[in-house]
Nanobody, 121 residues
Framework: QVQLVESGGGLVQPGGSLRLSCATT????????IGWYRQAPGKQRELVAL???????NYADSVKGRFTISRDNAKNSVYLQMNSLKPEDTAVYYC???????????????WGQGTQVTVSS
């Protein structure tokens, strides 16, 4: 069974840094684009950063220049380096990936369980 497992969240002061990780488990044929999303209380889930299988990246305007998404295809993992964190970055962060389990499968969306990031003094 394929699962996405996030880690690395926590409490950090404004201006601090955190590095989120998202690891995939289970048998996988291929992974397409992988994205980090976040959802703050009372708000809709929003895309924070996306990286394609070829390494192209996109970022939400609110995090450009502060966050960096990367992936390690050998480990089927994706990372989100978050610098200069602000209180408005506080949210549950989720990773999402389009995964083909076997060569015969179509790509299916998978979500992790989320990791809490709290930016507060």
């Amino acid at each position: 069974q394929v699962q996405l497992v996030e880690s690395g969240g926590g409490l950090v002061q404004p201006g601090g840094s955190l590095r989120l990780s998202c690891a995939t488990t289970g048998s996988i044929f291929s992974i397409g684009a992988i994205g980090w999303y976040r959802q703050a209380p009372g708000k809709q889930r929003e895309l924070v950063a996306l990286i394609t299988s070829g390494g192209s990246t996109n970022y939400a305007d609110s995090v450009k220049g502060r966050f960096t998404i990367s992936r390690d295809n050998a480990k089927n993992s994706v990372y989100l380096q978050m610098n200069s964190l602000k209180p408005e970055d506080t949210a549950v962060y989720y990773c999402n990936a389009g995964i083909r389990r076997t060569i015969l499968d179509t790509r299916t969306d998978y979500w992790g369980q989320g990791t809490q990031v709290t930016v507060s003094s």
